[in-house]
């Protein structure tokens, strides 16, 4: 059974990059046809695609955040991570990772991690 | 910078049926694309609870149905349980110049 976790600093400060990894458990993160997403919500907020990622390392980035955002994938380590940088408090948000099943939807997603930009 | 609009909340007694619209535009509902639902309890993720417009998962109950025409889509539950209690997103592709993925703006579903 495949399963996602999110880890990384809780706190950046301003102007900082942030940076999370997604490991990828109980499967290969390299078989099948699916891409890896991240996706963020702030607090009391809904919910924003930032990325993807294919396993042969081709990207996608939501065009609000694209000049910040890279999203790159270690097969050997079955991790896919984000940065983003020049982060402000309007980055502040709980960031998931999630499994996008034949491009189309977000059929698993790990449990998430809050990242609060702070000085 | 959500692209799907859904009420802020419904609500209804146990045992009654609720619905939620979502509605979206030519560049995404209304293109064609397929429509999926999210349900997110208290201080969890969201988990996947209809794809394909449709289609439910392995494991989730029958109470939730979903349907889409023209440029909107609707999940209903029926039979509402206070384990329903939880915040509800559809989501959709979309072809335009904005994100890939799109959200609605969530609904509450309250168990009065």
């Known amino acids: 059974q495949v399963q996602l976790q999110e880890s990384g600093p809780g706190l950046v400060k301003p102007s900082q990059t942030l940076s999370l990894t997604c490991t990828v458990s109980g499967g290969s993160i390299s078989s099948g046809s699916y891409y890896w997403s991240w996706i963020r919500q702030p607090a009391g907020k809904g919910l924003e695609w930032i990325g993807r990622?294919?396993?042969?390392?081709?990207?996608n980035y939501n065009p609000s955040l694209k000049s910040r955002v890279t999203i790159s994938v270690d097969t050997s380590k079955n991790q896919f991570s984000l940065k983003l940088s020049s982060v402000t408090a309007a980055d502040t948000a709980v960031y998931y990772c999630a499994k996008t099943l034949y491009g189309l939807y977000f059929d698993l997603w790990g449990r998430g991690t809050l990242v609060t930009v702070s000085s | 910078q959500s692209v799907l609009t859904q009420p802020p909340s419904v609500s209804g007694a146990p045992g009654q049926r609720v619905t939620i619209s979502c509605t979206g535009s030519s560049s995404n509902i209304g293109a064609g694309y397929d429509v999926h639902w999210y349900q997110q309890l208290p201080g969890t993720a969201p988990k996947l609870l209809i794809y394909?417009?449709?289609n439910r998962p392995s494991g989730v109950p029958d109470r939730f149905s979903g349907s889409k025409s023209g440029t909107s889509a609707s999940l209903a539950i029926s039979g509402l349980q206070a384990e329903d209690e939880a915040d509800y997103y559809c989501?959709?592709?979309?072809?335009?110049?904005?994100?890939?993925?799109?959200f609605g703006t969530g609904t509450k579903v309250t168990v009065l």
């Open positions: 990622i294919y396993t042969s390392g081709s990207t």
């Open positions: 989501q959709s592709y979309d072809s335009s110049l904005s994100a890939l993925y799109v």
């Open positions: 394909g417009n449709s």
